[in-house]
């Protein structure tokens, strides 16, 4: 992340604004990444507080939700790939 604050040696955080055009609505996000070791390995925390406004978050939120989850899940997976290949 190249905007947001730096808190610490091994931590990032900042905002991720958005707007929904055409769908009546906005997100404000606040994404938190930290490194951290643990057992002799390297741990990524990433924390997101999101919220969604307007007709989009009324009757999106399930559907935001389950793909953001799939979606860190996915980026997990490809991190450990590309981690381990090297």
Do not use: H
Not at 18 to 38: C, M, P, Q, S, Y
Not at 67 to 77: H, Y
């Amino acid at each position: 992340m190249r905007a947001g604050r730096r808190i610490g040696a091994a931590k990032r955080q900042g905002p991720l604004p958005g707007n929904a055009r055409g769908v009546g609505g906005a997100i404000r996000a606040t994404l938190d990444l930290a490194l951290a070791e643990k057992n002799a390995e390297t741990e990524l925390r990433i924390a997101t507080d999101l919220t969604v406004m307007g007709r989009l978050g009324e009757f999106g939120q399930a559907s935001i939700k389950r793909k953001a989850d799939q979606l860190i899940q996915d980026f997990a997976e490809c991190l450990a790939r590309q981690v381990t290949m090297r």
